[in-house]
């Protein structure tokens, strides 16, 4: 008789693996294929006037991710914040534009911690474990695994403006999409037809005429933050790319042509 137990339970561990496989499949499909609810999209056309836009079709994809993203991942409030159903959307909408016309997707990222503003985190943050923005304080972290965690202020008012260049919840999720690669370097997964000899010669040229820009003391379009390093300019850049499309078009068409087709989206032409 114990001959027949261990097959028999080998087998119904199968078959339950299966079951939770489909049936999680399912799941995906079916959020990815809901919308938001009325009040819903008004709080995200409200704290995200960059969603409006973005051409319909779009829209629809943009809303089936942030129900994907809502159901996969915990928001958790620091230092008495009370995460609330604004901030979860604001949050998960700008996650989800750099991704809203791509068959990528955060996958290992379950957390966002949330601290009411600026902070400091009075730990070790090793180089090859996070990428972080600090401006005399933190404004947001975003780990290789995950968690992300963000200035609520900084992440309700990078999102409030559209076209200021200035977006720490798209910057630390440009992060998160550059570390699917297995490494945060400014070297993402490009689509397939996409040639890493192009995107190293735009990239590094922009980078470069980015940090000889700062050195002259002249203007720079993408935020001077990127001149940190190639990581940093890679996560300033796809924001600028959302905030300032047409500049970033006309002054950098070799790097803006490379975000366009990583994206599969033309910022420049959306209304």
Known sequence: MTSWIVPGALLLIAGLAAFRWVWRRQKRKTLLATPLG????EIVE???????RLPEPLRASLEGKVNLLLDQVTFRGINGVEVTEEMRLSIAAQACLLIVNSPVWYDTLRNILVYPAAFLTGRGTPD?????????????????????????????????????????????FAHQLDGLSGHVNGIPILRKGQRYAKWEQAMLEAYDDHVERLENSERTLIDPYGATNHQEFFAEAIVTFFERPKALRSEEPALYAQLKQLLAIDPALWH
């Open 38 to 41: 009325a009040e819903q999209r």
């Open 46 to 52: 409200r704290l995200v006037p960059l969603v409006k």
């Open 128 to 172: 090859d474990a996070v990428v972080h923005e600090t401006h005399h304080a933190t404004l947001g972290e975003s780990w290789a695994h995950g968690p992300v965690v963000l200035s609520w202020d900084d992440a309700l008012y990078g999102g409030l403006d559209a076209s200021d260049g200035h977006n720490v919840v798209i910057h630390e």
